[in-house]
Nanobody
Framework: QLQLVESGGGLVQPGGSLKLSCAASGFNLDYYAIGWFRQSPGKERAFVARASPNGGYSGFADVVKGRFTISLDNAKNTVYLQMSKLGPENTDVYYC?????????????WGQGAQVTVSS
């Protein structure tokens, strides 16, 4: 089954850190562009971070630059979003995405979402 499974969400105090995991099954993440997005109820999904296939390039939303990092563990076929210096404004559901274009069209996979709550 082709899918992304997220884990690692939870409750963290302001100033704390959290690491989200996104494990792929049925396909190799090395060949996909990776994205992390966030979404609040009633709002559109917003960009957080991205990485090119095999992690050669990464980019971040201005509001998280210097605090979030994205990494790929090839052996585990898993991508991570390390979040630090979290504040209440980072509370949201976070989604991972893997996408690539082929001659047959676009392949696009989403994780199920991980709730991140920053609160004291």
């Amino acid at each position: 089954q082709l899918q992304l499974v997220e884990s690692g969400g939870g409750l963290v105090q302001p100033g704390g850190s959290l690491k989200l995991s996104c494990a792929a099954s049925g396909f190799n993440l090395d060949y996909y562009a990776i994205g992390w997005f966030r979404q609040s109820p009633g709002k559109e999904r917003a960009f957080v971070a991205r990485a090119s296939p095999n992690g050669g390039y990464s980019g971040f939303a201005d509001v998280v630059k210097g605090r979030f990092t994205i990494s790929l563990d090839n052996a585990k076929n898993t991508v991570y979003l390390q979040m630090s210096k979290l504040g209440p404004e980072n509370t949201d559901v976070y989604y991972c995405n893997a996408r690539r274009l082929t001659t047959s069209g676009e392949e696009n996979y989403w994780g199920q979402g991980a709730q991140v709550t920053v609160s004291s």
